[in-house]
Nanobody
Framework: QVQLVESGGGLVQPGGSLRLSCAAS????????MGWYRQAPGKQRELVAA???????NYAESVKGRFTASRDNAKNTVYLQMNSLKPEDTAVYYC??????????WGQGTQVTVSS
């Protein structure tokens, strides 16, 4: 059974931090690089961070230096530490294999709102 459960979102002031978590089923997690995606209102979903099984990661330019992805392979869980948050980071955040398409299964996501 495919499962992706994102959590950890919320309302935070500009400059604040959040840590997102994603529990994934082994089917998705075990053989894939994993990614964090986000979709802001009226915009397409975009990949903001990807991390392979060995822990090497890369980031979109818009979040580089502020976001850090990590994973716990024993727990089938990926994390996204988000620091120095900006209003433009406001979006629903999803995790999935990287790369993933709209045809793949997607979880509910977790809402991140950055506002004063």
């Amino acid at each position: 059974q495919v499962q992706l459960v994102e959590s950890g979102g919320g309302l935070v002031q500009p400059g604040g931090s959040l840590r997102l978590s994603c529990a994934a089923s082994g089917r998705i997690f075990s053989s894939n690089a994993m990614g964090w995606y986000r979709q802001a209102p009226g915009k397409q979903r975009e990949l903001v961070a990807a991390i392979n099984r060995g822990g090497s990661s890369n980031y979109a330019e818009s979040v580089k230096g502020r976001f850090t992805a990590s994973r716990d392979n024993a727990k089938n869980t990926v994390y996204l530490q988000m620091n120095s948050l900006k209003p433009e980071d406001t979006a629903v955040y999803y995790c999935n294999r990287a790369p993933a398409s709209d045809r793949d299964y997607w979880g509910q996501g977790t809402q991140v709102t950055v506002s004063s």
